[in-house]
T-cell receptor
Framework: NAGVTQTPKFQVLKTGQSMTLQCAQD?????MSWYRQDPGMGLRLIHY???????DQGEVPNGYNVSRSTTEDFPLRLLSAAPSQTSVYFC?????????????FGQGTRLTVV | GDSVTQMEGPVTLSEEACLTI???????????LFWYVQYPGEGLQLLLK?????DKGSNKGFEATYRKETTSFHLEKGSVQVSDSAVYFC????????????FGAGTRLTVKP
């Protein structure tokens, strides 16, 4: 029962560096999303995808890119890391259509930008 | 847009005390409501949910009732345990925003023996 797998769990970047956070799910869920979690602000949506080849912006998309070439994978790219991107990042997946379906979350990636 | 307001923490209780974490929401129509729990070092897990007015979600001794008239979904437990120490998030999924979820800020609960 792998569910949603995120890698790496921890990462330290220097300002200006780029990197990719990986996310994979084995539940054949069409809907996948990336959130960032900051103290006192809950989870905020960065980008989401309703299926392979389709992505869209969420609430806080600036500085991040995504792609969805397969149903299973949904990587998040930081183009030029900034200290404001220091956060905990969560990937989630779910079946898309019904409003009452739960989202399944990965264990998170703690990113520090220095 | 849709939003969730949740009681600020942190909350510290003694074992066997009663717990209430307040959650109110703003949404168009009839959203589905959720409580997620995050244990230290882990991702979020669904604790309970309710999909229509007056529904009561329950799990692991926790319960919450969907109150349309007060737009609330307060989390309650009659007797907390040390193992309940975690961060609790109230969330909703509405009709718009591509059925995206909106989360509250989270409430950290610490239960002391």
């Amino acid at each position: 029962n792998a569910g949603v797998t995120q890698t790496p769990k921890f990462q330290v970047l220097k300002t200006g560096q780029s990197m990719t956070l990986q996310c994979a799910q084995d539940m054949n869920h069409e809907y996948m999303s990336w959130y960032r979690q900051d103290p006192g602000m809950g989870l905020r949506l960065i980008h989401y995808s309703v299926g392979a080849g389709i992505t869209d912006q969420g609430e806080v998309p600036n500085g991040y890119n995504v792609s969805r070439s397969t149903t299973e994978d949904f990587p998040l790219r930081l183009l030029s890391a900034a200290p404001s991107q220091t956060s905990v990042y969560f990937c989630a997946s779910r079946r898309p259509q019904a409003m009452n379906t739960e989202a399944f979350f990965g264990q998170g990636t703690r990113l520090t930008v220095v | 847009g849709d939003s969730v307001t949740q009681m600020e923490g942190p909350v510290t209780l003694s074992e066997e005390a009663c717990l209430t974490i307040n959650c109110t929401y703003t949404a168009t129509g009839y959203p589905s409501l959720f409580w997620y729990v995050q244990y230290p070092g882990e991702g979020l897990q669904l604790l309970l949910k309710a999909t229509k007015a007056d529904d009561k979600g329950s799990n692991k001794g926790f319960e919450a009732t969907y109150r349309k008239e007060t737009t609330s979904f307060h989390l309650e437990k009659g007797s907390v345990q040390v193992s309940d120490s975690a961060v609790y998030f109230c969330a909703l999924r509405g009709l718009y925003n591509n059925n995206d979820m909106r989360f509250g800020a989270g409430t950290r609960l610490t239960v002391k023996p």
